[in-house]
């Protein structure tokens, strides 16, 4: 199974940034299509915010396009989403997960979670 070590959340006034990261025990993409972010805001649901395939092929949802931008270091079995212009709505406990289906952000697929890291995004 593979472990998924997320850090880099915090506290950020709206219009700030942040950069999380997601270290995997080992190189996902020997055995799933994609890599992704995923976030629960307070009293919601998880969605999923970003995704990426093996060839560099991104998925955003509508909300964060233009503001998220998701990336990986295959080198460093790492998984960055870089967050700009954070909004208040973006406050949430971000997971990082493997995804077995590519270009997918439905959790349904997801296979592996890190712990979280949160978020918080003050008005």
């Known amino acids: 199974q593979v472990q998924l070590v997320e850090s880099g959340g915090g506290s950020v006034q709206a219009g700030g940034s942040l950069r999380l990261s997601c270290a995997a025990s080992?190189?996902?993409?020997?055995?799933?299509?994609?890599m992704g972010w995923f976030r629960q805001p307070p009293g919601k649901e998880r969605e999923g915010v970003a995704v990426i395939d093996s060839g560099d092929t991104k998925t955003y949802v509508d909300s964060v396009k233009g503001r998220f931008t998701i990336s990986k270091d295959n080198a460093e079995n790492t998984l960055y989403l870089q967050m700009n212009s954070l909004k208040p709505e973006d406050t949430a406990m971000y997971y990082c997960a493997t995804v077995r289906v590519c270009g997918t952000l439905w959790i349904g697929y997801v296979n592996d979670w890190g712990q979280g890291t949160q978020v918080i995004v003050s008005s």
């Open positions: 080992t190189n996902t993409y020997n055995s799933y299509c994609s």
